[in-house]
């Protein structure tokens, strides 16, 4: 008995800690690279642990059941060891060469090192699985509950330590794992294995010295982002720096420069004050200036483009998204406003101005200042005050918007459905103010900047959306004002007045031409129909993101990358070179991975199916294709949807993949139970999946609008409570197959296995692509699509099912066979 109950011991913590690494990677590679190659470390996990399930089938005689215990811990030990090794590989590597040869060959070394790891994971699962003598359904529903587990424990870690610490924690759970399964004693090892038997001997030795390890990093971070964002971190220039589930903020030390303006006016006079630099992930910086409390000390904020709005009259109350270094609060408090509501949905940045660095700024003792720490679009639609003014200024980080980063939090403030939401909780005549990025000579950002706001006032009614916006620019920075009124004459010339003052270029007058005929073809747009027609005719993808397409950021248009120059298009200012990039190494994935697949899972499982009947093979693949690319594609839209509606990734990935996990696992179960053996059931099963899937884009938007003023543990459950069902009857696919193929012939089933797990890594980095380019619905539905095909392949094997019991039949009855 306590064998036994170490061994579930054992496998719960492999499993959790392989699902909490996977998340945790997300969020290193995060900061250490682009936030769009979070869905890469989904593929890689795949495949990892599709490759060790491969070596352990090829390698049969080698994992013999009475050597079980010795072969589990030695996995288990090389998962914690491969942990801390692709941790420092992946800390050291620069992933952002030019698109070239030898690009290739370092994202080749980086995925290869990052699914080290996880194939041993997939050997311990694998062992277990097949090799145990416990229960099969007991040791199934251990490994599910220790991966469910490790999602929700990967936020927890994630918000008591590091990054890099968390990495090494996992790795002492690993060990641990190691320490359960090998037991008391040092029965059943094989002789002839010096290295595994070194390490079997010396496991807790190993153990010690991880947790050695782990502890002393978590208290000195010595083990750290060397590479981040394209360059070399200093240490010495970090004043302070804390992870939680979400972000990694580091504080630069004081520094006396010219204060940090972002659209500064040409007429700004240059002196010098304290100011620091507050970075999220290495890629985002915001400026905290010195401020002891008199606003005077602030006043060149005056000559910011972003602060254009507070030219307005009559402003009394304000509310700012995304608080930052606290520059937005100190504007609306410097131009006269009596309340300021500042929003942060990280908790660290409000903790620093008013806590850690309360001596450096005093914003946080200003009268009339408060703070709500959520996510902008549930505290807007939840609440119920209105603001004369409410701000966002370049919220989404430069990171983002310079490499085209398909995935990142902000994404769900630069929709119509959001800012429909702002919109509503503004006085009658109060605005909405958005800084973007701006490239003079361009119509980029600002120009889907301006879609967006057109798009957003069609949906409120409002006939003539020109009349109610102004944008003005200066340097890079473009700032927009727009308002559910039309703005009125008093309004105007306060703001003509301010951008003549400050030298600010006026984009957009409601009574004059717009800046470029693009921009004038966007703004006088009378209907969604016209406006589309009006951003058809650019380069680039100018047309309003919604939640169900929220790649604000994303502006490549794949459809015309043949029709153009496209060195020549890049090397235009703006945001068109850091898509073309991103995609590019996007593409460049998903050819790595269809490398590794090949050479790992495709080729060393060829001969299995070498033998058997051709219908088999052709079926079975196709069943297996299918059911491997439609969950792909299911996990990772509802990964894209979801995270808009919880407000950040790793949010999604934890409450997805914890849903999923659980769900599927149930439906694999029930599948022993509710045999698909026949071939209605088969075809009703797999309408009603594909009937669930196709339905989910025409009632969950209406959903998740609905409930978008609930709290993150309200909004969570309703998200598990969505995937459930999807969960669960797509969990019924990989069984049934498994038993049609085994009642046929059992030896290309480890084939079939490999091309449902092959087809699900090259389908992750597919799905990414086909959200960008389609909508993320389009990206569903063609997941529902692969259920609703099923019944063709799946027919075929119940025909060789039957044909095969015919065949069966005379021997059976003692007869001889027709064979």
Known sequence: MAQRLLFYAGLGLITAATLMLQIVETRIISVTSWYHLAFFVISIAMFGLTAGAVWVYLRSETYRPEQLSHHL????????LATVFALLVQLTIVTSLPASVMSFVVWAEFAVALSLPFFFSGIVVSLALTRSPYPIGVVYGVDLLGAA??????????????????????????????????????????????IAARLFRHRRVVLGCLAALAAANSATESIRPTIVKDGIEQPALTAYEQWNSFSRITVGQSETATPVLWGPSPRFAS????????????????????????????????????????????????????????????????????????????PIFIDLL???????????????????????????????????????????????????AFTLSENGLYTVEAWRIFLERLTPEGVFTVSRWHAPGEVNETGRMVSLAVATLQALGVAEPKRHMFMASSGLVATLVMSRSSLSDQALEALRTAAATYAFSVLLDPRAPAASPLLESIVSAPDGDSLQRATQS??????????????????????????????AVASRPGVYGGNLSATLTLAMLIVISAVLVAATIIIPLRSTVSRAASTLTIAGTAYFALIGIGFMMVEIALLQRISVFLGHPVYALSVVLFSLILSTGLGSLASERLRLDGSLRLIGWSALTG???????????????????????????????????????????????????????????????????????????????????????????????????????ALLLVRCVRAARKDAAPTRQGQPSLS
């Open 354 to 404: 008013t806590r850690r660095f309360a001596n450096y700024t005093a914003i946080g003792r200003l009268p009339g200042i408060g703070f709500e720490i959520d996510e902008a679009r549930s505290w807007f639609a939840r609440t119920d005050r209105t603001f004369d003014i409410i701000q966002m200024s370049l919220i989404d980080t430069w990171a983002a918007t310079g490499a085209g």
């Open 691 to 793: 009937a669930y899937l196709l339905a989910l884009p025409s009632w969950l938007p209406g959903a998740l609008l609905h409930l978008e003023s609930a709290s993150l543990m309200s909004r969570a459950g309703l998200a598990v409570l969505v995937l459930a069902p999807a969960g669960f009857l797509m969990g019924f696919g990989f069984p049934t197959g498994m038993r049609l193929v085994s009642m046929i012939d059992q030896r290309p089933t480890p084939w079939f296995w490999g091309i449902n797990g092959a087809a699900g890594v090259l389908a992750a980095s597919v799905a990414v692509l086909t959200s960008i380019e389609f909508g993320i619905d389009t990206t569903l539905r063609a997941g529902a699509v692969c259920y609703l095909l099923l019944p063709g392949p």
């Open 73 to 80: 811990s030695v996995a288990s030990l090389s998962f914690a």
């Open 149 to 194: 587990l490790g999602c929700l424990g990967a936020l927890v870690l994630l918000n008591l330590v590091s990054g890099p610490s968390a990495v090494l924690w996992i790795a002492v759970l690993g060990a641990v794992g190691g320490l359960f399964f090998a037991g008391p004693g040092r029965e059943g090892v094989p002789p002839g294995r010096p």
């Open 271 to 346: 002196h010098q004050i304290d100011q620091r630099w507050m970075n999220i992930d290495g890629g985002a910086g915001t400026a905290v200036y010195r401020f002891t409390g008199n606003l005077n000390e602030v006043a060149f904020l005056r000559y910011d483009v972003t602060n254009l709005a507070y030219a307005l009259p009559a402003l009394r109350t304000g509310a700012v998204i995304g608080v930052g270094g606290g520059r937005d609060m100190l504007s609306a408090r410097l131009f006269g406003l009596s309340e300021v509501v500042g929003v942060e949905i990280n």
């Open 538 to 567: 650019s380069y680039l993808d100018l047309s309003a993101p919604t939640d169900a397409r929220p790649f604000f950021f994303n502006q490549l248009r794949l459809d015309r990358l043949l029709d153009q120059d496209i060195l």
